[in-house]
């Protein structure tokens, strides 16, 4: 069994599963584009406690999104994620003085209908190109993060705007969402989250992301590039589709 301090105990069945949903979802994220990280919030919320589910899931995230924009360092937009990343700095300092958390179905709807509009919607304009945009982008999508978690979608919404290939947008989505993480994990240590007690799941299952995202990234290779931008529309879609109907049974339930 894997002692894991003030978290409990797992059973190594449990933590095997968790290891090979690691990889599992990382395969599907260099693969497809996105839908790693949702997938594997679902999983985790299974198990881990809720205090402890949206941090841990983020730490395993920096692992997973660092793996991918290593392997793929050389395809990335340096001047999206400048202008990302100081954005996302803004909205971690905003989130480290939120105290009123909103209620999750407005998020939920919030969120599911931005990313509609970002995908499906009119093509972007000059003004939305802007390094203003991409600021703009970086901090919503950060501050959004430390209440839902899993904001892959809603950043894809945004990188997806900007007419990538599919190697392009592979690396400047996985850099920004290494750098939303990296200060997620910085705000949650600051208001006394404990992650080195969950240290030695957390590797194994980095470990297990990093053999994922090189077999997802093989696969990606042998996928056209409009075959790649529709699956990659398609999936960010049907999660949007999916947080709406999450926050309309809550709802109604």
Known sequence: MIELLGAGILDPVTVLLLTLAAGFTSFLTAAV????????????????????LIPVHGLVQVGSNGNRAWMTRQHLDGRMFRYFAVGALLGAIVASFVVVQLPLQVIQFSVALFILYLVWGPKPSKRQLSRRGRMLAGGVTTLVSMFVGATGPLVAGFVHRQDYDKLQLTATFASCMTFQHVLKMLVFSAVGFAFWQWLPLVLLMVASGAVGTWLGLKALHKVSGKQFKRLFRLVVSVMALRLLWQAGSAYLG
């Open 33 to 52: 584009g996105i839908g790693g990280g949702v997938l594997l919030l679902a999983i985790l919320a299974s198990v881990l406690p809720v205090a402890a």
